[in-house]
Nanobody, 126 residues
Framework: QVQLVESGGGLVQAGGSLRLSCAHSGRTFSTHAMGWFRQAPGKEREFVAGIIWSLGNTYYADSVKGRFTIARDNAKNTVYLQMNSLKADDTAVYYC???????????????????WGQGTQVAVSS
């Protein structure tokens, strides 16, 4: 059973920073992708960033490029999302997810991912 546990959300002022963590355990794919998605009230879940675990290749939504950084720690089985220069529009519940290896556009599709965490709330005050 795969488990994903997010942490690090909270309330921050616009322009501030937060770092989200997602620790995963249990059986996973030999080469897998991990992604961060977010969902704001009344909106669809949207892709934020992704990483191919074995290769370190990263993918970002245009809206967060240059502000957010995804990284992984192999020893801790943890993926991080460093969020800088936060804006009110970044307010959402953030989810991490894990799925099989992917490349290109498919890595941004939430349907690609098989397992999801419970989410962590990020609120940015303007």
């Amino acid at each position: 059973q795969v488990q994903l546990v997010e942490s690090g959300g909270g309330l921050v002022q616009a322009g501030g920073s937060l770092r989200l963590s997602c620790a995963h355990s249990g059986r996973t794919f030999s080469t897998h992708a991990m992604g961060w998605f977010r969902q704001a009230p009344g909106k669809e879940r949207e892709f934020v960033a992704g990483i191919i675990w074995s290769l370190g290749n990263t993918y970002y939504a245009d809206s967060v490029k240059g502000r957010f950084t995804i990284a992984r720690d192999n020893a801790k089985n943890t993926v991080y999302l460093q969020m800088n220069s936060l804006k009110a529009d970044d307010t959402a519940v953030y989810y991490c997810a894990i799925g099989p290896y992917c490349s290109g556009y498919v890595c941004s599709e939430h349907s690609w991912y098989d397992y999801w965490g419970q989410g962590t709330q990020v609120a940015v005050s303007s």
